[in-house]
């Protein structure tokens, strides 16, 4: 086996207070990435087919730095040509970068037939995502690995948990950032009152999943104490945004991961007009965007061909 394709799902990451340590996949966007070994000794990587630019420097590029640290792990040097082909918004906060990572340590793993398992692929892919936001965090290439709702519940060493989610409908309005990052905004202590609150916010999260409730799961992503916050204020007007979907029915919404997309959740009869809302209170703060309706999904990272 010398080539394999793949496509990896987009994710929202902290989906409300479960910063650094929820995700949920979506249906789509996602990314596909087709990953060819050669006699090179050298990673290449092109990015022809992606929507937007994105540096071919493996050192500065998620796939290329996830497979740096694979090879750093094995000991071995191999020629590798990698070729995403993105149709997930670059920058936006749906987890492109934790998709191509992830695809890239999976899909060398098949290449090389390393037997590695999903925990010790989640470990090495994450240091991927020091290329969009200066920080190994493990949550969005979790969810893209596995698909569903994950858990990181421990990072040193790497455990993640996956549990199946039913159909949850989501409305994202796809906004870039300026920034490269708005990771280093977010402060780095907590006052112990928020902490109680959060912790109490994310159980929420994990039992509406549980109970397979879309409102109460929608009701639980809606308040973050520590990435809504501070995100929220790259984007004008959200408040009102906010309001506005509440207002319109959505059942909650926040920030995806590391921004500047705002996700809602409705019950799947609401989901047009989930959309025009967003749609509306977008435009009338003159924000560039683009609106999809999708849904949660089970499915991981899956093998489309391989040669
Ligand atoms: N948990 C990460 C963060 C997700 O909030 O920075 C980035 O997509």
């Known amino acids: 086996m010398r080539a394999i394709t793949l496509r990896a799902p987009s994710t929202i990451a902290n989906l ?17 990435l087709h990953m060819q070994l050669n006699d090179t000794k050298r ?5 022809d087919g992606c929507r937007e630019e994105m540096p071919e420097d493996p050192n500065e590029n998620c796939a290329g730095l996830a497979i740096i640290e694979l090879l750093k792990k094995i000991d071995t040097s191999i020629g590798v040509t990698i070729e995403p082909r993105k149709t997930i918004s670059v920058g936006a906060g ?19 037939g390393l037997d ?11 240091h991927g995502e020091i290329a969009s936001g200066s920080v190994a965090h493990a949550d ?33 309005g796809i906004i870039r950032k300026t920034q490269r990052t708005t990771r280093s905004l977010i402060p780095d202590t907590m006052r112990l009152d928020m902490v109680k609150e959060q912790l109490a916010l994310c159980a929420g999260v994990v039992h509406a999943i549980m109970s ?35 207002d319109g029915g959505a059942y909650g919404c926040n920030v995806s991961g590391g921004g500047l997309s705002i996700f809602a959740v409705c019950d799947k009869s ?17 924000i560039k965007n683009e609106i999809i309706i999708t849904q949660a ?9 391989i040669d």
Do not use: W
């Open 140 to 172: 969005n290439v979790a969810g893209a690995m596995l698909g569903g709702f994950v858990i990181v519940k421990n990072y040193k060493p790497i455990d993640v948990l996956k549990i199946e989610v039913p159909e949850i409908p989501i409305v994202v």
């Open 116 to 126: 590695l398992n999903a925990n010790q692929m989640i470990e090495i892919a994450r």
């Open 270 to 286: 609401r989901t047009h007009d989930i959309a025009e809302v967003m749609q509306s209170a977008l435009a009338h703060e003159s």
């Open 94 to 112: 749906l987890g492109s970068s934790g998709a191509c990572a992830s695809a890239s340590v999976y899909g060398l793993n098949r290449l090389l």
């Open 16 to 32: 409300g207070p479960g910063f650094d340590i929820f995700s949920l996949a979506l249906k789509h966007p996602y990314v596909e």
């Open 297 to 305: 999904s089970n499915e991981g990272i899956r093998e489309v061909a």
């Open 43 to 47: 990673i290449s990587i092109k990015t």
């Open 212 to 246: 397979r409730d879309i409102e109460a799961f929608g009701r639980a992503i809606n308040k973050d104490l520590i990435s809504e916050p501070v995100r929220s204020r790259s984007i004008p007007g959200y408040n009102s945004i906010k309001q506005k979907l509440l």
